[in-house]
């Protein structure tokens, strides 16, 4: 089991930046795929971001078309850091954030391939 707790949460205006981290503990966070996901009030929880375990010294990411040119995900195995770089956010962007672990390694855009979540971490984008 790994333990996720999110961070960097807040209120940024439109067109400003913001980063979320996601710190892990209990497994081994390597061997792990990360994924960000989020939910806006009255809104099923959607996918933003993935990112695999590296395979051959490369990590396969997938971005939702919402997000993709804006946000960048990516991940610090000597920190067991997932990141979620949020430029130029838009107010559609304003949710919980959450970061979950898929220990397949495999960047899945699905909610339900995913085993262990964290708690999440408001983005309030303000127009």
């Known amino acids: 089991q790994v333990t996720l707790v999110e961070s960097g949460g807040g209120l940024v205006q439109a067109g400003a930046s913001l980063r979320l981290a996601c710190t892990a503990s209990?497994?081994?966070?390597?061997?792990?795929?990360m994924g960000w996901f989020r939910q806006a009030p009255g809104k099923e929880r959607e996918f933003v971001a993935a990112?695999?375990?590296?395979?051959?010294?490369?990590?396969?990411?997938n971005y939702a078309d919402s997000v993709k040119g804006r946000f960048t995900i990516s991940r610090d195995t000597t920190k067991d850091t997932v990141y979620l770089q949020m430029n130029t956010p838009k107010p559609e962007d304003t949710a919980v954030y959450y970061c979950?672990?898929?220990?397949?390694?495999?960047?899945?855009?699905?909610?339900?391939?995913?085993?262990?979540w964290g708690q999440g971490t408001q983005v309030t984008v303000s127009s």
């Open positions: 990112i695999s375990r590296r395979a051959e010294n490369v990590y396969y990411v």
């Open positions: 979950a672990a898929d220990y397949r390694g495999v960047a899945s855009t699905s909610p339900a391939e995913y085993n262990d």
């Open positions: 209990g497994r081994t966070f390597s061997r792990s795929a």
